[in-house]
């Protein structure tokens, strides 16, 4: 039986590589033109505007680029506690989300694969929250949260427990958002995953069974180790994505109480937009950028270390 | 940081709305601008002959007098064609507004708050208005409230017309006060002084066996601040000068004002934990005798038909002279025109002049009317509970003059954010006193961007 295994996955492998090398390259460009032209139109060319305003005092009410400031905007950023705050809050942010959506994502993609019975309806609960947009989902779960009247609050009342102050409490705030933000996307997470398992052929799992390996051991043997790169995939895609954060805060806690949970996205909005500090904001934002880049390089790094050792 | 906050709107207040689009949709359609009256205001081609453009901010209750004005106008001046566009209020619009006008595609009309005009104005982005020329246009200086005609002028010069003073108040239930012996009549016991002030919000919690009164605290910045300015201002403190460049806060009266609002949630007469929702739901429900708050809540608290009344927000350390209340106000500017075409400035100026003669719309939502020939009026004085807190525009003050100061601004949001964690008890007076020299500090020693 365990000879029968590579020969299902090989032929999938191979379908991607039926195109010939030399196959004109002028198609492919006119393939890539609209990307390539909508990408340096609004992602290449602002963020090297960006990256020129960074060294400029330029103000959102006056127009040109207003007087030159070298590096003053960078110097004024590392020396601002706001900045280093807000940056905390969000790499706290990540760290508080990123290791429940992929376990969590994991979790209930492995159970829904197994579910026999209304499989579509599993799959459909995990998904749906997904879809709806962030200031739909602050206000459920504001409401959710308000202390005296939330549902929350009233739930765990039944079991005798005190419910905080959720998103009043400098200390629950975050934790709060991050349960949030776990169940609006964990849905993304959850499909990726589902389409990982449904790559694994049943082959390896039947000839595990027969060589008796227990549910556990296989997850442990098979799935997880089969999934790598897809975990590879939702890894980075979730870091990026929770550094990104800005839309719950905005909305549930206006980056309060007391600043305990502003973002270094909402840092960036309330220099460039409230203060009209375009030229500074737009270094802070480079700031930023260069931490994702490390950030995202050093975790992507570690990930595939594993896979490779796995 | 909110001021009229964002929040969802109720499927009445939504059909209404969305009725009073379609009129407008309609009524652009009727004056021959098939667009619709919100592509036309962002379109290129905005500037047909004939038309106006006209920007606000107004959302809820005031968002619907607001269409029931403009429908006014069009009733008087059929013959130009109005695109009003609503925007979200707070930070998005007057970045908006000022892209546009840096763009050179300025609305011709558009509502600024009195403390954030000053920003635009000092990045020259609205036309002066000649004393004269108003003069002709029937809005000589003399109609106006001098209170916000004064703090609206700029070196002396005019710039925006106000339409409302829209002051800090306080709303009370009549039950409560009732059984709480704080009503003699319609009067209400006198709160002034801190412990005047604290007995009546016990006897009230007393009598609601819930809490007090309300100030919203939980994701919310301005009703904190306004709160404390209203207080600290009637002890005569300030806390910027040199149009921003100084922070000057008097310590011991600062203190003494955290002090007063911290014990208030310590006694647990005010809650510490309520957010803006929440004040207002608590209230409405009268679990609370009062609640602090600016007056536009008056039209929530109509449609709940609760025994509610309003008056101005308490006179605590003002003693007989020195009352002073947190206030702002909806000014009308004419943003920088690219073109100076006569014609369209007259057209801009009747728009105002006809928004100021519908006061009395206005009126309802709460705000106290800037112009006299209404404001002066018994059909003014004889609307309750409107006119029980006219007097709170005389007392108002703005908040403090400086780039980073305004309605909704930084400012707000970095003084609010330390005195809303002062009443949640998370901080102490001494140390929210501390983080806001520190945070407004880093502002005042900023250049100014504008």
């Keep these: ?310 | 940081m909110r001021n009229e906050p964002i929040r969802p709107v109720g499927r009445r207040a939504f059909l209404r709305g969305a009725a009073g689009l379609a009129g407008l949709g309609a009524a652009g359609a009727l004056s021959g601008c098939g667009s619709g009256s919100t592509l036309a205001g962002l379109s290129v081609s905005h500037r047909q002959e004939g038309s106006l453009d006209y920007w606000n901010l107004f959302g809820g209750g005031d968002g619907v007098r607001m269409v029931d004005m403009e429908d006014g106008f069009r009733k008087s001046f059929p013959n130009v064609g109005l695109n009003a566009v609503t925007l979200a209020w707070g930070n998005p619009y007057y970045t908006k507004l000022s892209l546009a006008t840096l763009g050179q595609k300025p609305p011709d009309v558009a509502v600024a708050h009195l403390t954030r005009m000053k920003t635009l104005v000092a990045a020259g982005l609205v036309e002066e208005l000649d004393p004269a020329e108003l003069e002709t246009a029937g809005m000589s200086a003399d109609k106006f409230s001098s209170r916000p005609w004064q703090a609206g002028l700029v070196d002396g010069k005019i710039y925006a017309l106000p339409l409302d003073t829209h002051p800090f108040v306080m709303f009370y239930n009549k039950d409560v006060c009732k059984k709480a012996g704080l009503l003699d009549g319609d009067t209400l016991a006198p709160m002034d002084s801190p412990e005047a002030f604290t007995e009546a919000l016990s006897k009230a919690k007393k009598a609601t066996g819930a809490v007090g009164g309300c100030i919203a605290v939980t994701n919310e910045t301005a009703t904190p601040w306004r709160f404390f300015q209203s207080a600290y201002s009637q002890l005569g403190g300030k806390v910027l000068a040199d149009e921003g460049k100084r922070v000057v806060f008097d310590d011991d009266k600062a203190l003494e004002v955290l002090a007063m609002m911290q014990s208030l949630s310590k006694k647990q007469l005010v809650p510490g934990s309520l957010d803006y929702e929440g004040s207002i739901a608590t209230f409405a429900n009268g679990d609370a005798g009062f609640l602090f708050q600016g007056e536009w809540e008056i039209a929530t608290f109509q449609t709940a038909k609760m025994p509610f009344s309003m008056t101005t927000f308490p006179n605590i350390y003002g003693g007989a002279d020195g009352y002073a209340v947190q206030a702002d106000s909806h000014t009308l500017i004419i943003p920088k025109q690219p073109d100076n075409d006569p014609a369209r400035r007259r057209s801009a100026l009747e728009f105002i002049k006809s928004m100021l003669d519908q006061s009395k719309t206005w009126a309802e939502g709460g705000h106290v009317p800037a112009w006299q020939p209404f404001a002066d009026s018994d059909a003014y004085r004889s609307m309750t509970p409107q006119s029980n807190y006219a007097a709170a525009a005389d007392a108002a003050v703005y908040d403090p003059e400086g780039w980073y100061s305004g309605s909704g601004s930084n400012f707000e949001i970095v003084v609010g954010s330390s005195i809303g964690a002062v009443v949640a008890g998370q901080l102490e007076p001494k140390a929210a006193l501390r983080q806001m020299h520190t945070k407004l500090g880093v502002l005042a020693r900023t250049a100014q961007p504008t």
């Design chain 1, 1 to 310: 039986m365990t000879t029968a295994t590579p020969t299902r996955t090989a032929p999938v492998r191979n379908v991607s590589r039926t195109g010939s090398p030399d196959e004109s390259p002028r198609a492919a460009a006119w393939m890539l033109a609209p990307f390539v032209i909508l990408y340096v139109l609004f992602i290449i060319g602002p963020a090297i505007y960006g990256l020129l305003l960074s060294l400029f005092d330029t103000s959102l009410v006056r127009g040109g680029l207003g007087s030159f400031a070298g590096l003053g905007n960078y110097q004024e950023a590392l020396a601002s506690n706001d900045f280093w705050s807000s940056l905390w809050h969000t790499l706290w942010f990540t760290i508080l989300t990123t290791p429940p959506l992929i376990v969590l994502a994991f979790v209930f993609a492995l159970l829904a694969d197994r579910v026999g019975r209304a499989r579509w309806f599993f799959r459909l609960a995990f998904f749906a929250p997904f879809v709806i947009p962030s200031a739909v989902v602050a206000l459920i779960w504001i409401w959710l949260y308000t202390p005296g009247l939330g549902l929350i609050e009233a739930g765990l009342g039944w079991f005798g427990i005190t419910a905080p102050n959720w998103l009043g409490d400098p200390a629950w705030a975050m934790p709060s958002l991050a349960i949030t933000t776990i169940w609006w996307t964990l849905g993304f997470n959850f499909v990726l995953y589902l389409a990982g398992l449904q790559d694994i052929p049943h082959e390896l799992y039947e000839a595990a069974s027969v060589d008796g390996a227990g549910p556990w051991q296989q997850i442990r043997s098979i799935t997880i180790p089969l999934l790598g790169r897809t975990t590879t995939l939702v890894a980075v895609l979730q870091v990026i994505a929770s550094l990104k954060v800005f839309d719950q805060m905005y909305i549930m806690t206006a980056g309060g109480p007391n600043f305990a949970t502003r973002s270094i996205l909402q840092y960036v909005y309330d220099e460039g937009f409230t203060n009209f500090r375009v030229g500074y904001a737009s270094a802070v934002s480079t700031l930023f950028f260069v931490v994702i880049l490390v950030v995202s390089v050093i975790w992507f790094a570690i990930v595939r270390k594993q896979e490779k050792v796995a």
